[in-house]
């Protein structure tokens, strides 16, 4: 089995004395693409701040790339999160700056590149997502799944090993989404990344991921292949799967 990339023991974390994960416990293996589920609120995108390190576990281990980063300094998790790309839920892109200036922000930011080598990352990063000759575009010229496209350009100018999606489908319609999910699994093939991928879209994730976990209740109520998510007899997973209003889940 490929080594895992993270690592999981025990992790809780709470806020204002309510417990947002409780007691986690998993790996996530190298060049995987590991999914997360759940309602909204139920600590997904904890778990994303949880693993870059802007929040701190409230207890149990959390290891990156083989570092505990629960006892790091912020200078040493800084140099650990190079090897990270957070692909933000709606890109996050700068509406001021051109397609080129968004992507590039990173070298133009924190590195003296010269111009003409930023431009041809840049032109190389977004050939790699699909969307050539659209440097000088602005976000308002793109449509949503475009923007996606851009955020994730932007984070790949870093050469990341581990890539974190939060919500990248949100807001597409289900071909758009399709090719979003398509686009995950490629760059994955093609760049040897390990992907982890939060996200409340049932098929999305069915479709593309190795494994599946339903946080449910800050804990992990099921962990599997998408075939066993299917086929699970559990009734939260069931609920989920159908999206009735009738069982474990309680709709208010």
Do not use: C, W
Not at 74 to 80: G, H, P, R
Not at 89 to 113: H, I, K, M, P, W
Request: proline content about 4%; cysteine-free; overall charge negative.
């Amino acid at each position: 089995m490929a080594k895992p990339i993270i690592q999981l023991e025990h992790l809780t974390y709470q806020v204002n004395g309510r417990t947002i994960l409780d007691d986690i416990t998993f790996d996530i293996a190298e060049q995987e693409i590991f999914s997360v589920l759940g309602l909204s609120g139920t600590g997904k995108t904890t778990l994303l701040r949880l693993i870059t390190g802007l929040i701190r576990p409230t207890s149990g281990s959390l290891r990156v790339f083989g570092q505990d980063i629960t006892v790091m300094s912020e200078d040493e998790m800084n140099v650990l999160r190079d090897r990270m790309g957070l692909v933000f839920q709606y890109g996050a892109l700068f509406d001021s700056l051109s397609v080129r200036e968004n992507v590039g922000f990173r070298l133009y930011e924190r590195t003296n590149t010269p111009e003409d080598e930023v431009r041809a990352i840049v032109a190389d990063k977004l050939r790699q997502v699909g969307l050539p000759n659209t440097e000088e575009l602005y976000p308002a010229e793109l449509s949503g799944g475009m923007q996606k496209r851009v955020g994730i350009a932007r984070v790949l100018v870093g050469d990341p090993d581990l890539l974190l999606y939060d919500e990248p489908t949100s807001g597409l319609d289900p071909v758009i989404a399709g090719a979003i999910d398509e686009l995950i699994t490629r760059l994955r093939d093609e760049l040897g990344v390990t992907s982890v991928v939060v996200s409340h879209d049932v098929h999305s994730v069915l479709r593309m991921s190795d494994r599946i976990a339903l946080l449910y209740q800050g804990k992990v109520q099921y962990l599997g292949t998408p075939q066993q998510f299917h086929d699970a007899d559990d009734p939260v997973v069931r609920q989920f799967l159908t999206g009735s209003s009738d069982g474990p889940i309680h709709v208010v």
